[in-house]
């Protein structure tokens, strides 16, 4: 029953990048999410659990680059591409703070040894940028 647990949660938070994709609040692939990173747009970048080398290295640039969070999620390529419309995706991003608020805390009910940090790193900036988003409100 453990596996199945924890497989229907890796499912629940595919099932969110999907919802994410629909919005419009993801960047599927290495140049498109370099791009996002370096205005900085991205939020929150996601590695295939089989991703290359490779595609670590420039994934961990471009979180540096662009000031955001990275990890790697319990998908493989193909899983992650299927939740986003593609064959395979060994990296995205996600651009929506709020949409990756909600993936981070899906993690960390997951596994919270491991994306426990991730997941409150993540809520202080979306209440940070909920708490400019009142500010600039008020001023109007």
């Avoid at 970048?45 to 955001?68: P, Q, V």
Wanted: aromatic content about 4%.
């Amino acid at each position: 029953m453990r596996w199945r647990r924890r497989w229907c949660a890796v499912n629940n938070i595919l099932s969110m990048l999907g919802l994410a994709r629909k919005a419009g609040r993801l960047e599927i692939g290495e140049e498109p999410v370099g791009a996002a990173a370096r205005v900085h747009d991205a939020r929150l970048i996601l590695l295939a659990s089989d991703a290359a080398d490779n595609t670590r290295r420039r994934a961990k640039h471009f979180a540096e680059t662009g000031a955001c969070l990275l990890t790697q999620i319990g998908a493989s390529k193909e899983e992650l591409g299927a939740a986003v419309g593609r064959t395979s995706c060994a990296m995205l991003a996600i651009t929506d703070i709020g949409f990756a608020d909600a993936v981070a805390k899906k993690l960390a009910a997951l596994d919270a040894a491991t994306y426990g940090e991730l997941s409150q790193r993540l809520s202080v900036k979306a209440a940070r940028a909920a708490e400019r988003k009142d500010r600039k409100r008020a001023k109007k």
